[in-house]
């Protein structure tokens, strides 16, 4: 059963990371914006099918870029979700890099909160942030997300979820980043750095298992989708197991595919985003047979790599 997908709401950013997969590894202006009237067509999709199967589903409005960009879409979610989503079996998250934060956006998700969590991406203490979370310039964005997060703790009287990527420079400082985030921001979800091989940022699966060893064992710490049981289909870059061909997709331009490492790749295209989700399920489970726990599907069967 699908329960989780991603749209990627556009493909631009105000950030340039250097470990940025889309940036990296995909032209962006393949993909141009969602436009409103794909983007309902996915929202009627969705919705549809979670009403076939009585079941609910996690919508992730992330993706290539920086969704507060499409803060419009994001609204148009919402406003969907409240008119046409009776049995409440839609739930919204997004993950912004914290720029373009404005009051007024704040003062909608806190209204929605009840429909709609608003993360964000911290790596760290500023100097783990600042030396892969940057401007074109190549200055740092650390100051920046902060002084979203303190506008955000200000009004939601708590700590939000920050998403940190977890790269070598993250492993060098460990007890630091984990410091950090123990007495700063405990809410955490870290994720493992990927598809950057040739970079001296790259770390191996067992240096992020033990990393993660370690998280586990800070008290202070919260964190998410990592060593909860029972443990779910989702992503092992999250610590979890991997979804694709079992509960995720990822929409993203007309297309869409088992999960963003896929995109650009159209030997691996699920299907269009005009197409019923119960047709793309049946694609899914002919094409993509689940890989054994613990595997990644990509790394494993696409890159032929036994992580
Ligand atoms: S904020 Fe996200 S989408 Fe933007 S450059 Fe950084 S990693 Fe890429
Ligand atoms: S294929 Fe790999 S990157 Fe994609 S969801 Fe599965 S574990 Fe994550």
New binding site residues.
Partial sequence: MIDRGCISLTSDCTLRCTYCHFDKHHAKSCYKDMDISSFRNIMFSILEYTNIHETTFKIGLVGAGEPLLRFDLINQAIVFARKYDAANRLSFYTISNGVLLTNEMLIFFHKNKDLIALNFSVDGPEYIHDANRRFSDGTGSYQYVMQSIRKYEDLFSCTPIVNAVVHKLTIEHQTDVLDYFEHNLPSVCFSRI?DMNESLLSITNEEFENFMRLASQRNGLKLRQYLISPAKYD???YGRL???GRT?IFFIGNDIF????FVGQSQHRLGSNSDRLDTIEEVMHKRFPPCPDGK????SLVKGVAK
């Fill in positions: 990927f992503c092992t870059m991997c979804g694709v995720n088992p999960c963003a490492r990644c599907w990509y790394d």
